[in-house]
């Protein structure tokens, strides 16, 4: 059964930071693309970050270059995001996708993701 599970979520203060981890079981991890996603009330879903199967390539939102990372421990199946410097427009649900190997990309990273988390909600109070 394959299942992302999402961790890390939470409140914090304008200013501060938060690290967000997915757990993946049921699929070859590391053969897949990881990408973080969130979205915010009454907005869509839209990408964060994405990072290829080797950590090689990756891709940031304008809005949190600088302030986010992603990686990924393919021995533990989990990727991270690393969010530092939050303020109150990175408050959304958090998720976690994977896209297999096969996937097309575009400018923002695949095109289609095979897998999804739940999703955690991250609060931030200004």
């Known amino acids: 059964q394959v299942q992302l599970v999402e961790s890390g979520g939470g409140s914090v203060q304008a200013g501060g930071s938060l690290r967000l981890s997915c757990t993946a079981s049921?699929?070859?991890?590391?053969?897949?693309?990881m990408g973080w996603f969130r979205q915010a009330p009454g907005k869509e879903r839209d990408i964060v970050a994405v990072?290829?199967?080797?950590?090689?390539?990756?891709y940031y939102a304008d809005s949190v270059k600088g302030r986010f990372a992603i990686s990924r421990d393919n021995a533990k199946n989990t990727v991270y995001l690393q969010m530092n410097s939050l303020n109150a427009e990175d408050t959304a649900v958090y998720y976690c996708?994977?896209?297999?190997?096969?996937?097309?990309?575009?400018?923002?990273?695949?095109?289609?993701?095979?897998?999804w988390g739940s999703g955690t909600q991250v609060t931030v109070s200004s």
């Open positions: 049921g699929f070859s991890f590391s053969s897949y693309a």
């Open positions: 996708a994977a896209a297999d190997w096969m996937a097309r990309w575009g400018q923002r990273g695949p095109l289609k993701y095979n897998y």
């Open positions: 990072l290829k199967q080797n950590g090689g390539t990756t």
